[in-house]
């Protein structure tokens, strides 16, 4: 049962990442109809970006959590305003293609620069250690950020889905016109929504740093993985995003326990059995 548990836990875990990330993705997706395969390379620049603040400028951990993705956010909105806004009105495949692109260039560069082997972060003397369960023992870091995604996810489902910024986000994306008509300025409430998207990411980012490592292909490894939650809980869907990461992570760890050969490909059969079933995923509507 100790084995149990602790994959378990990993899954849970690896969860909070699918979540977050699939969240940032589903906030890009839902709101300006772009596939965002950028996702990946952004989430490992906030990882890097809290490296930097740290070894760097000595800015610790807790700050790297607010600052990250507000510069990764920022660098965001300056590919949106520079390249992803020509895109509007076309196939979803140019801006797939166009996101690929930038994914590669920005792996790239940090692969050149960095190599490919990992630079260690080191986890906040706060958050070090961990909890006897009696059933399990905890590290207090893993903890920390299964509770800390749940809360932003939920934070930031709240803010586009209850609140009178969401309803204008939402109103924004289907009829532009009307809302500009009411004085609101729309193309910088895109922008704003891509940062938002990319500085979810990149906080997913900061919060891996400790765990997995700093590495220029961290977001490479999860990118596609992500892609298939985001589609299983129906592409846009906020709440569906959020659901299936934390859901897929736990069944991920289950899949390592009782049957491990099977672990890295249970997503993929997942998707399948779910498009086979609702090709507009679990919480997706039809257009």
Same mark, same amino acid.
């Given at each position: ?7 378990l836990l =990993?899954?849970l ?6 979540a ?7 906030? #890009? ?12 390379? $952004? &989430?490992?620049?906030g990882?890097?970006?809290a490296?930097?603040l ?9 700050w790297? +959590?607010? #600052?990250?993705?507000? $510069?990764v ?5 300056? +590919?949106e ?7 509007t009105g ?13 994914? +590669?260039?920005?792996? !790239? ?5 960095f ?5 260690? &972060? *080191? ?10 369960? !009696?059933f399990m ?7 920390? /950020?299964?509770?800390?995604?749940? =809360?932003?996810c939920l934070?930031?489902?709240? +803010? ?5 910024l969401g ?9 532009p ?31 891996? *740093? ?9 977001g *490479?490894?999860l #990118?596609? =993985?992500?892609?298939?939650? =985001?589609?299983? !809980?129906?592409? !846009?869907?906020i ?9 897929l ?14 672990s890295?490909?249970? /997503? ?13 995923g $679990?919480?997706g509507?039809?257009?």
């Open positions: 049962m100790q084995a149990l548990y602790a994959q =990993v899954g875990i690896n969860g909070s990442f699918y977050l990330l699939s969240l940032g993705l589903a906030v #890009i997706f839902g709101m300006l109809n772009i596939i965002n395969f950028a996702h990946g390379a $952004l &989430y490992m620049m990882a890097f970006v490296y930097f740290l070894n760097l400028g000595g800015i610790s951990y807790w790297a +959590l607010l #600052i990250a993705p507000i $510069l956010g920022i660098f965001g909105m300056i +590919l305003r520079t390249m992803l806004q020509w895109l076309l196939d979803h495949l140019y801006g797939l293609l166009l996101t690929f692109g930038i994914a +590669l260039i920005v792996q !790239g560069v940090f692969q050149n620069y190599g490919s082997s990992g630079l260690p &972060y *080191a986890i906040p003397d706060q958050l070090k250690g961990g909890v006897n369960l !009696g023992f905890l590290p207090i870091y893993r903890g920390w /950020v299964v509770i800390f995604s749940l =809360v932003v934070a930031t489902w709240f +803010l586009i889905e209850k609140t009178q309803a204008y986000l939402r109103a924004a994306t289907e009829n016109t009307l809302v500009r008509a009411f004085g609101i300025n729309v193309p910088r409430m895109i922008t704003l929504t891509y940062g938002l998207g990319v500085g979810l990411a990149a906080l997913a980012g900061v919060l891996s *740093a400790p765990i997995n490592q700093v590495r220029p292909l961290m *490479a490894d #990118i596609i =993985v992500v892609f298939a939650v =985001v589609v299983i !809980g129906g592409m !846009g869907s709440m569906g995003s959020i659901i299936t990461g934390f859901a992570g736990v069944i991920e760890g289950f899949t390592k326990y009782y049957y491990p050969e099977a890295n490909t249970v /997503v993929f059969v997942l998707m399948v059995l779910v498009l086979l079933v609702k090709p507009t $679990l919480t509507r039809a257009a």
